[in-house]
RNA sequence: GGCGUUAUGGUGUAACAGGUUAACACGUCGCCCUCUCAAGGCGAAGAGUCCGGGUUCGAGCCCCGGUAACGCUACCA
């Protein structure tokens, strides 16, 4: 029961949610899945998850079109390039969603659910305190019909829930690790359509991958635990199941699942650091296994350097040697790796690299003005504005820590700044705001403040405009400096 | 805590369907080259394959039992 038709063309999918900068693991993911399909004259295709809408970034999904292009992953279908199977931005399919839910309401494999996310985050933290596994308690599993109406008749929010069988298990095939079974005791009658008529990630994602015709999940391990809950979805439905594939989850260097807190993960970051989208892909690809011999080419001499391009990696990647345990992101390696494709440039690409990359005349374009009233001589624009240009910086203390302020409390206050930061919009206006506020709020004045972060991003304590320069050296590199200049603090302070 | 997954040097990976001193790359260290630094060349250290049992003439590969790490445990994906 677990394989489509095998005359069924092969259909694969990546599905990101536009939350955020594009991360580095939809990359992976995303190349393991243009590999699959590639390899099988397959089927690629992009489609947006933007169902929650809390935590929406309007500029997100432009921006991951642009990574994965700079990465060189073409899809075939798409809310870009359209497809028959579309729309493939999951917002503008909620009437299918609602059609759908209609279908497991009528069914009895879904259920309304009145409770209100105060009620049940009261629950979940009383089963915490008395050491039980939070789960929904199924209050509402089997409410009466004139139950309600009632309910809906006052006009009471509801959210619908899955219904999972009090009994049993439920067992699916992973194709790298082989039946994997989930008793029905530890799965949770999920929420598949929020109480704003949006649908939640597990019931969006098996309506459109059955609709969009997808023959292979290959998605990231985290999702493993959810995956019985998928599976008594497609049974409810009375479809035919995808075959899953589980990836293993890219790590940091302490093996936890990858993050910015601990790596930069954007892939903004990693083409605005200089990194070329040929030495990103190739690094992806060698990671989790797949390519012969670890990527050893052949015996002969000098030829062991792991260079993979697109079309090797399509030509040689076998599923079936993916490694399962978790691969360190490791950044040492990838620039390595990158300084390799670096030198292998003839010295005119390598020129044109620099010049529209790190030299654009767009970027010089934005910089200029910050340093023009404050040179007297061209040459100064290098004293100035090397910060912009650099791949780190590191103040001294004594630039940093302000006069009344002990490292204890810079520190802290750093770390208050990271995170107002992060999900601050990257304009001066709004940059000016949000510094102000954090500034406020922890009684740092707007000099000690800026002052602060000046060091931080630029090294010293002259430097064009503050929130300017933020501006024009970009989001993701700026807090990748905040985080590497806490990173290399608490680092000095332990040893 | 519950459930699930995973486990080869510091890191990424190899090791045919169990068969010699566990291989390659990154990193580290040393030497050579050299005005410096890289790059390049040569070499070294570093794992006995998470631990304990078992099967076998023989186990990193098979079986059993532990342990640890990680993931999930949301009206996030």
């Known amino acids: 029961m677990t394989d489509q038709s095998t005359a069924a063309p092969i259909r694969v999918r990546i599905a990101p949610s536009p939350t955020g900068d594009p991360h580095v693991g ?67 399919r909620t009437a299918i969603y609602r059609e759908h839910i209609e279908i497991l309401l009528a069914n009895g494999t879904a259920y309304r659910s009145f409770e209100t996310a105060e009620e049940l985050e009261a629950m979940r933290k009383s089963q915490l305190a008395a050491k039980l596994p939070p789960r929904y308690n199924g209050a509402h599993r089997e409410l009466s019909q004139a139950q309600i109406d009632a309910y809906i008749a006052e006009g009471r929010p509801f959210v619908v829930r899955l219904k999972v069988p009090a009994e049993g298990e439920t067992s699916f095939r992973d194709e790298l690790r082989g039946e994997i079974k989930f008793s029905h005791n530890n799965v949770d009658d999920q929420v598949l359509m929020k109480s704003d008529g949006f649908p939640t990630y597990h019931l969006a994602n098996v309506v459109d991958d059955h609709l969009m015709r997808i023959t292979d999940v290959i998605r ?17 439905f009375g479809w035919d199941l995808p075959r899953f594939w589980h990836m293993p989850l890219l790590r940091n260097l302490d093996k936890s699942k990858i993050s ?20 990103m892909l190739n690094f992806l690809g060698l990671m989790g296994g797949g390519m012969p011999a670890g990527g050893k080419v052949n015996e002969e001499k000098n030829s062991q350097v792991e260079i993979f391009d697109l079309p090797k990696m399509i030509e040689q ?21 990158n300084g390799e494709y670096l030198r292998a440039l003839t010295p005119k690409a390598f020129f044109d ?40 910086v590191t103040p001294p203390q004594d630039q940093f820590l302000p006069k009344k302020r002990t490292l204890e409390e810079t520190l802290a206050f750093t770390a208050e700044l990271l995170t107002v930061l992060e999900t601050s919009d990257w304009t001066t206006e709004a940059l000016d705001t949000t510094l102000r506020a954090a500034g406020a709020a922890k009684e740092w004045s707007v000099k000690e403040n800026f002052m602060l972060l000046r060091a931080i991003l630029t090294g ?36």
């Open 460 to 495: 010293r304590t002259t430097s064009p405009p503050l929130l300017e320069s933020l501006v024009v050296f970009g989001k993701s590199r700026s807090l990748d400096r905040v985080r590497r200049f806490l990173d290399t603090q608490k680092k000095q302070r332990k040893p």
């Open 317 to 337: 990647f076998d599923f079936a040697k993916i490694s399962l345990g978790g691969p360190v992101f490791d950044l040492v390696k990838l620039k390595w790796l």
């Open 26 to 92: 939809t990359a992976y993911i995303g190349l393991l899945n243009l590999i699959y399909a590639r390899q099988r004259q397959g089927q690629f295709i992009l489609r947006i998850e933007d169902t929650d809408r809390t935590r929406f970034v309007a500029t997100s999904e432009q921006e991951i079109f642009d990574s994965l292009h700079w990465l060189g992953l073409k899809w075939d279908e798409g809310p870009d390039v359209g497809g028959p199977f579309g729309p493939y931005r999951q917002s503008e």
């Open 353 to 392: 690299q620099l010049r529209n990359n790190l030299f654009s005349d767009d970027y010089l374009r934005a910089i200029a003005p910050l340093v023009q009233t404050r040179i007297e001589t061209l040459s100064q624009f290098g004293d100035l504005a090397d910060f912009f240009f650099r791949d780190d």
């Open 260 to 279: 910015k807190r601990k790596n930069p993960v954007s892939l903004i970051y990693y083409r605005q650091a200089g990194f070329l989208p040929g030495s």
């Open 220 to 236: 990231a391990e985290e999702w493993i635990s959810s995956t019985p809950k998928h599976v008594l979805l497609y049974k409810a």
